[in-house]
């Protein structure tokens, strides 16, 4: 891009200023116009005369396609209508559907739960019983070591019959 | 010289403008699946990439309708989508899809009560079943401008269905949004001849407001572009925001009247005493935590009106601004921050 030249008047500059200018007095005469009364309610008599001569149109187009028997506009929006509304049963019966599903989910992952820990119980007193049975075993091993042990000595020290 | 220079930017915008850019440019391109739809809307699913694999609790966003959500996913680098998965956060966005002349005839009452918590729990559903939500638990949630208002209305109704709410740019207090609520005045905005007679509100006719409310803002567009022709990126970006900006969406016509009459014509949301499909608007039922961000430079819902919240929610409510304009916000990098920020909080 070239720089201004000081040979030559910055026309860029001034160009711009002058728009700055001329915009912001446009603004301010729009703003008078698009705030006033008088042309808002021009405005609005325009806008509903475009709509009622719409309307008039749309019937008069009715009345035509009704003559050759034809389906109106009235007729498929209405059709479209029923066709929204029976979507919507639809996705009503759909999330009846879902909200049941999920709640089977939760009642299987609920069951699921349970009997995880109704067999964790079992495994855990069967290990506790197999635990107590080894415990008695040993008590059993060391209490006929006991005996053995004892016996002899109650042998070695019962008294001898007396010699006749 | 200027002058040379000036002659090579108008080059390179002729050039630039004469490959069609604004149809050419490919916006919404983060990787994701639908998994939900009801009627034309759908729930688009962003999975989490976080770089170490970390995973945040999941976000609903719900968008506004009047447009395309893609200005949430507008370009790599620009994109709120991007940065929430980059963090971890799953991302569940819903979509209310482009209403034709076939839903003219849906209600607000089915948008707000049946439409979107449906979305919600499907949502949840699918964060559960991914393992990004333990089974007790319930996303975050976030409503964009009008789909932030409709958020509001829907989770004070429907209890039970998000963790907490954050609102953007979303309008609260209607008659705190400057020039859109002096023209949906009760008096003159002919709302009833719009429905009877166009059926959706027209997506034309919601685009010309919108430019209305800046008039000079169509030619201020044109003049930044020219000017930052030249800028690295800019153009690809000027080009993105175009083609989302003239991609509108009809607003479906009885949702359109309820919507009028209860939020700008009666400021409810506020003032209270609505009533909706037989059950009564009542902000003051919404008992979970609520965050509102609200842009510094918003036209279409300033701070006020986005603020209102604070005064018509049941929950506790923390406010934020952010910098940005209504649009801007979404590509800009304080938002993202800030939101990132609110997530992890």
């Not at chain 2, 979509?95 to 918590?117: H, Y």
Request: hydrophobic fraction near 40%; include cysteine; glycine fraction near 8%.
């Amino acid at each position: 891009m070239s720089q201004p030249d000081a040979a030559f008047p910055d026309f860029k500059g001034m160009s711009e200023e002058l728009y700055q200018q001329w915009e912001k007095s446009m603004t301010a005469w729009w703003d008078q116009v698009l705030e006033s009364p008088s042309f808002l309610d021009a405005t609005n008599k325009n806008v509903s005369g475009m709509a009622r001569m719409r309307a008039r149109y749309e019937e008069q187009v009715d009345e035509q396609l009704m003559k050759l028997h034809l389906p109106t506009r009235g007729d498929m929006t209405r059709l479209a209508r029923i066709a929204t509304l029976l979507e919507k049963r639809l996705l009503e019966m759909e999330d009846t559907i879902l909200d049941l599903r999920d709640g089977m989910a939760a009642r299987d992952a609920a069951i699921a739960r349970l009997e995880k820990e109704t067999i964790q119980a079992r495994i855990e007193a069967a290990e506790a019983r197999l635990e107590l049975r080894a415990r008695l075993d040993e008590l059993a091993v060391r209490l006929d070591a006991g005996a053995e042990g004892a016996e002899p000595a109650a042998k070695a020290n019962k008294p001898s019959p007396k010699k006749s | 010289m200027n002058v040379y220079t000036e002659a090579e930017r108008l080059a390179d915008l002729g050039q630039f403008l004469a490959t069609d850019p604004i149809r050419r440019v490919q916006t919404g391109v983060s990787s994701h699946v639908v998994i939900h739809r009801q009627g034309k809307s759908a729930v688009r699913y962003f999975p989490p990439a976080h770089p170490d694999g970390q995973v945040r609790r999941p976000l609903f966003i719900s968008m506004p309708l009047i447009n395309t959500w893609t200005v949430f996913d507008l370009l790599p680098g620009m994109s709120v989508i991007e940065k929430l998965v980059a963090h971890g956060v799953p991302v569940y966005l819903l979509d209310w899809g482009r209403p034709g002349p076939e839903d003219v005839e849906v209600t607000l009452g089915e948008l707000v009560d049946d439409l979107l918590p449906r979305a919600l729990r499907r949502s949840a559903r699918h964060a559960r079943q991914h393992g990004h939500l333990a089974a007790d638990e319930l996303p975050d949630a976030l409503g964009y401008c009008v789909g932030g208002s409709f958020l509001s209305i829907s989770l004070a109704r429907n209890p039970g269905l998000a963790r907490r709410m954050a609102l953007l740019a979303a309008p609260i207090d209607f008659h705190a949004s400057g020039r859109l609520s002096s023209w949906a005045d009760k008096e003159g905005f002919p709302v009833d001849d719009i429905v009877d007679g166009f059926g959706n509100f027209p997506k034309a006719m919601m685009k010309d407001a919108f430019a209305w409310l800046r008039p000079m803002g169509q030619l201020s567009k044109w003049k930044t572009i020219y000017d930052k022709i030249d800028q690295d990126g800019f153009p690809t970006t000027w080009a993105a925001m175009e083609q989302w900006n003239g991609d509108g969406v009809d607003f479906p016509g009885e949702a359109y009247r309820a919507y009028i009459k209860g939020c700008y014509f009666e400021n409810a949301l506020v003032g209270g005493g609505w009533v909706l499909d037989g059950r009564p608007v009542d902000l003051k039922k919404g008992t979970i935590p609520a965050h509102a961000f609200a842009a510094k430079a918003d036209h279409i819902c300033p701070p006020a009106a986005a603020f209102g919240l604070s005064k018509a929610w049941g929950g506790p409510v923390s406010t934020e601004v952010v910098s940005g304009g209504h649009v801007g916000v979404c590509i800009g990098k304080s938002f993202p921050a800030r939101l990132l920020a609110w997530i992890d909080a």
